[in-house]
């Protein structure tokens, strides 16, 4: 159980294109999905926190309108990247929070988006 | 100061010995507390949960717990090789997101 997919696994895009991005929670629901993003040989950087039937909440820094969420049900959320630029180029990850006692809210992971932009 | 610190490491151990990762964190609200592992080029991978003071025991790992201290650890016995990655502790407070460590780099040498 605790099965979190995305899509795609990697995308390679021209600047200035828009990229979408999917997190689904597979075997649970999930009304919280957080956004990640991790530079090489660096630490885990939270972009968003996505609720279900909410607006995301973003972090200082994150660009809410170049960073475009969506979390539509409770087993998707989706991140856009409008505008991709080079430096857009990262690893995303998302994860989905499990809730409900005994697991206290665990967050399990996606296996992440690779993108480059050109 | 940062909100769940974590040696960076590097830390090598050899084949089969125990390999200990700390962590602590500064929020005192904090109530459940996560382990997880990242091997290179992939994401996280959740490998211990603990939220009671004391020990947890899972197969090779055993995740120790004091609150009064702020501080988690992660013994890994009989390590592997394939045990080698970032290990990532992360504290939440209820109701909250989770804040994650910047990670352990472990490597096992055989």
């Known amino acids: 159980g605790a099965v979190v997919s995305q899509h795609p696994s990697w995308v390679i895009c021209k600047s200035g294109t828009s990229v979408k991005i999917e997190c689904r929670s597979l075997d649970f629901q999930a009304t919280t999905m957080f956004w990640y993003r991790q530079f090489p040989k660096q630490s885990l950087m939270l972009m968003a926190t996505s609720n279900e039937g909410s607006k995301a909440t973003y972090e200082q820094g994150v660009e809410k309108d170049k960073f475009l969420i969506n979390h539509a049900s409770l087993t998707l959320s989706t991140l856009t990247v409008t505008s991709a630029h080079p430096e857009d180029s990262s690893f995303y990850i998302c994860?989905?929070?499990?809730?409900?006692?005994?697991?206290?809210?665990?967050?399990?992971f996606g296996p992440g988006t690779r993108l480059t932009v050109l | 100061q940062k909100e769940v610190e974590q040696n960076s490491g590097p830390l090598s151990v050899p084949e089969g010995a125990i390999a200990s990762l700390n962590c602590t964190y500064s929020?005192?609200?904090?109530?459940?507390f996560f382990w997880y592992r990242q091997y290179s080029g992939k994401s996280p991978e959740l490998i211990m949960s603990i939220y009671s003071n004391g020990d947890k025991e899972d197969g090779r790992f055993t995740a120790q717990l004091n609150k009064a201290s702020q501080y988690v650890s992660l013994l890994i016995r009989d390590s592997q090789p394939s045990d080698s990655a970032t290990y990532l502790c992360?504290?939440?407070?209820?109701?909250?997101?989770?804040?994650f460590g910047d990670g352990t780099t472990l490597t096992v040498k055989p």
């Open positions: 994860s989905a929070a499990r809730q409900g006692r005994p697991t206290y809210n665990e967050q399990f």
């Open positions: 992360a504290a939440r407070a209820y109701a909250g997101k989770s804040t």
């Open positions: 929020d005192r609200g904090s109530q459940s």
